[in-house]
């Protein structure tokens, strides 16, 4: 196989699906492709490279299940779902958000999308960037309160899908009054 940084990313993504985010090193994803880190190193730079890139790629690909176009608080309700799902069905996706650092190639990327997607529903790009990230920061603490040591206490409190859809419901319509 051919190394390339999605090749790379791909392979990383597969070990923390298996075995967590303390398995994700350059030697572990360079042994899964047959490869040494030094030569993982050039295509995707060190560790903390490796960590912003996949968390750039899972963000991504939540933001491509968003179907574009419609009112912006249906399309700001629909990212935050698609957000959730990803996040949820990524293991250790918070421990990974909290531990990558920024990649300003990828965080550009990520920029551009999300200002075209929010364009798209009529927002002003200032705006619909600044209800955007408020929906990043919901989702993303509510997977880490799902996820974390006390996340099946927190299941017991509440049902923690209904929790989620209720407050990124309130949070958006408190933006839009």
Known sequence: MKLSRDAIVDEAIALLQEEGLEAVSLRNVAARLDAKAPSLARHVGDKQSLLALMSSRLFLEALDD???GGLWTDWMVRFGRALW???RATRDAALLIAAAPPHMASMELVADRLRAQVQSVG???GRGMMIQSAVQALITGWTGFATGPQGSDIARLVEIEDAV???LTALIHG???
């Open 66 to 68: 968003v179907a574009p």
């Open 123 to 125: 927002l002003p790009t």
């Open 175 to 177: 933006f839009a009054a």
């Open 85 to 87: 799902r990803k996040q």
């Open 165 to 167: 859809d209720a407050s």
